[in-house]
């Protein structure tokens, strides 16, 4: 039964990541190439269309990050970004008056992207950088007298 679990969990972090970094991917190069419903959008709410050009690319390279292999710190990160742009995209429309038609996207969005990091498998988790230290770097932290323990934490 353990087994069946872990499939189905598999098996939503997938479909849930394969539909956010196309989401993702998809909305960076639609601001990037300043498509018109975005640029109404980003108008509506009061925002230069500068911000295009960087919420673009950060779409991008976050869709990369997420679903590329490796780099787990890098997954932390852009999930983070998503988190961070997401909320305050919900907000902005939200503050604006916006029908949820327009608030939508933003809500989708973030959804996804909680689901995504929540069900990660463990490959794809950043270890602390303290179980790092214990066992790959013992020299550095029981020789060297630097005082290590001022950067890690218990949790």
Do not use: C
């Amino acid at each position: 039964m353990e087994n069946k679990a872990r499939t189905y969990k598999k098996l939503g972090y997938w479909t849930i990541t394969a539909l956010l970094t196309a989401m993702l991917a998809f909305s960076g190069i639609g601001a990037l190439l300043k498509f018109d419903f975005l640029i109404e959008a980003m108008s509506n709410l009061g925002f230069p269309l500068s911000v295009m050009n960087i919420l673009g690319t950060a779409y991008v390279l976050a869709a990369v990050a997420i679903a590329a292999p490796g780099f787990p710190k890098l997954k932390e990160w852009a999930h983070a970004g998503v988190f961070f742009a997401m909320s305050g995209g919900l907000a902005s429309h939200l503050m604006n008056g916006d029908s949820f038609e327009e608030t939508a996207g933003s809500l989708i969005l973030m959804s996804l992207n909680i689901g995504s990091y929540l069900l990660r498998p463990d490959n794809r988790r950043f270890t602390t950088l303290k179980g790092k230290l214990e066992g790959s770097y013992p020299k550095l932290r029981k020789e060297s007298g630097f005082p290590l323990s001022l950067f890690l934490t218990n949790g």
